[in-house]
């Protein structure tokens, strides 16, 4: 199937991938007086008295926004909010069939960062969640950092910490594959973007310590031009101040992780890596380094972002189920410890008997995803003292 052509072919057919569906009938007077005025008076003045029961008599407690301003619209970067809007109608369609969370797309047309903030501030108390959505790096580190400090729902930005909780989970497994410790394994991602700087974060917090980080100028260290984001990242990663590219950073690694660009590693590049070597090429749709090619020069694990190739590296298995476990629990933030809570739970699901270097990654459409990681979720929550319920 070509998909390209397919895709648009039933985009136009269906019109958009999501609607409005009533929960209530309208059917009668007396229905008409219940789910609108006279009636509908009274729970607005209830809310007027306790604003927080804005989430038990409406829909708030199960609704999400899923919010973008088109500028890192999935590989194809800056094509405005308009040209996203396909993007996020499918996060939303993803978000019901996976964890029954009702989602709204909204693009904002601005690149202001007070503005986004602004703008995503003063519709907060419609939803019980935010969920941002390719938005262009450095950016998007700041809007999320304010966003956290004036709103009191979860805001989650999805291609951060999204890709750095399944990629944790995978490393997880992956590590146990090839026998090797987390504490002692030498990792290099590519790409310090928003993704690439979330994983870094990310695989330190569940435990790595060796982790070098590579841009298009190099290894991230000083001396070689980096924004705010990237200069943080080079004054905790890569202690020995090592500097070169990325071939230099991959001699004698044990882990390699892409979110960069296609076909910049080569196979000289996997062999010059430690035995053993896990290799997470996830650039989408043509990854760093092909599955095959990698696989011949010697990686133990490979896993993608692909579901065309086994150990398919995908954030479907994670957002889903994230917000569920927040909106059930009425959490305030989604905070360090539900996120690798949620990595935990995700590679748990993996057996010992069923692990293998083909398989250390749930499938997608495997049902016990989505609430085993809102369990975890939940339960990280109350425990970490940020759940209302």
């Given at each position: 199937?070509?998909?390209?052509e397919?895709?648009?072919?039933?985009?136009?057919?269906?019109?958009?991938?999501?609607?409005?569906?009533?929960?209530?009938?309208v059917?009668?007077?007396?229905?008409?007086?219940?789910?609108?005025?006279?009636?509908?008076?009274?729970?607005?003045?209830?809310?007027?008295?306790?604003?927080?029961?804005?989430?038990?008599?409406?829909?708030?407690?199960?609704?999400?926004?899923?919010?973008?301003?088109?500028?890192?619209?999935?590989?194809?970067?800056?094509?405005?909010?308009?040209?996203?809007?396909?993007?996020?109608?499918?996060?939303?369609?993803?978000?019901?069939?996976?964890?029954?969370?009702?989602?709204?797309?909204?693009?904002?047309?601005?690149?202001?960062?007070?503005?986004?903030?602004?703008?995503?501030?003063?519709?907060?108390?419609?939803?019980?969640?935010?969920?941002?959505?390719?938005?262009?790096?450095?950016?998007?580190?700041?809007?999320?950092?304010?966003?956290?400090?004036?709103?009191?729902?979860?805001?989650?930005?999805?291609?951060?910490?999204?890709?750095?909780?399944?990629?944790?989970?995978?490393?997880?497994?992956?590590?146990?594959?090839?026998?090797?410790?987390?504490?002692?394994?030498?990792?290099?991602?590519?790409?310090?973007?928003?993704?690439?700087?979330?994983?870094?974060?990310?695989?330190?917090?569940?435990?790595?310590?060796?982790?070098?980080?590579?841009?298009?100028?190099?290894?991230?260290?000083?001396?070689?031009?980096?924004?705010?984001?990237?200069?943080?990242?080079?004054?905790?990663?890569?202690?020995?101040?090592f500097?070169?590219?990325?071939?230099?950073?991959?001699?004698?690694?044990?882990?390699?992780?892409?979110?960069?660009?296609?076909?910049?590693?080569?196979?000289?590049?996997?062999?010059?890596m430690?035995?053993?070597?896990?290799?997470?090429?996830?650039?989408?749709?043509?990854?760093?380094?092909?599955?095959?090619?990698?696989?011949?020069?010697?990686?133990?694990?490979?896993?993608?972002?692909?579901?065309?190739?086994?150990?398919?590296?995908?954030n479907?298995l994670v957002?889903?189920?994230?917000?569920?476990?927040?909106?059930?629990?009425?959490?305030?933030?989604?905070?360090?410890?539900?996120?690798?809570?949620?990595?935990?739970?995700?590679?748990?699901?993996?057996?010992?008997?069923?692990?293998?270097?083909?398989?250390?990654?749930?499938?997608?459409?495997?049902?016990?995803?989505?609430?085993?990681?809102?369990?975890?979720?939940?339960?990280?929550a109350?425990?970490?003292?940020?759940?209302?319920?």
């Open positions: 199937m070509n998909y390209a397919e895709s648009l072919r039933l985009h136009g057919e269906w019109k958009g991938k999501i609607e409005v569906v009533s929960r209530v009938k059917e009668s007077k007396d229905d008409l007086s219940l789910a609108y005025t006279p009636g509908v008076a009274e729970p607005c003045l209830a809310i007027e008295k306790n604003p927080d029961l804005s989430f038990d008599l409406t829909r708030r407690h199960n609704l999400v926004a899923v919010i973008t301003d088109g500028t890192a619209v999935l590989g194809l970067g800056d094509i405005g909010p308009e040209a996203g809007m396909p993007v996020m109608e499918g996060k939303c369609a993803l978000f019901k069939a996976f964890a029954d969370v009702d989602a709204f797309p909204i693009c904002i047309k601005s690149k202001d960062v007070d503005e986004i903030v602004r703008t995503i501030y003063l519709i907060s108390g419609s939803f019980g969640g935010i969920n941002l959505e390719d938005i262009a790096a450095p950016r998007c580190f700041e809007i999320e950092r304010k966003l956290k400090e004036i709103c009191d729902i979860p805001v989650f930005h999805d291609d951060q910490h999204g890709t750095a909780i399944v990629v944790g989970a995978a490393m997880l497994n992956a590590i146990r594959v090839v026998g090797k410790k987390l504490d002692e394994v030498k990792v290099v991602i590519n790409g310090a973007g928003s993704a690439g700087i979330a994983i870094g974060k990310h695989l330190m917090d569940l435990g790595v310590k060796h982790l070098k980080m590579v841009d298009r100028n190099g290894i991230l260290c000083e001396g070689i031009e980096m924004n705010p984001a990237q200069a943080e990242m080079a004054a905790i990663t890569n202690p020995e101040k500097s070169g590219k990325l071939a230099d950073a991959l001699a004698g690694a044990d882990v390699f992780v892409g979110v960069s660009a296609p076909h910049i590693v080569s196979k000289e590049m996997i062999q010059s430690a035995p053993g070597a896990i290799v997470f090429p996830m650039a989408n749709p043509v990854p760093e380094i092909e599955p095959d090619e990698a696989k011949e020069a010697g990686a133990a694990v490979v896993g993608t972002g692909r579901s065309d190739h086994p150990n398919q590296i995908n479907v957002f889903p189920g994230l917000f569920r476990g927040a909106l059930d629990v009425r959490a305030r933030d989604i905070n360090l410890e539900m996120k690798l809570a949620a990595s935990h739970a995700l590679a748990d699901l993996v057996s010992d008997e069923e692990l293998n270097a083909e398989y250390i990654l749930p499938k997608a459409f495997d049902k016990r995803v989505g609430p085993a990681v809102a369990a975890a979720v939940a339960q990280a109350r425990d970490s003292g940020v759940a209302k319920l």
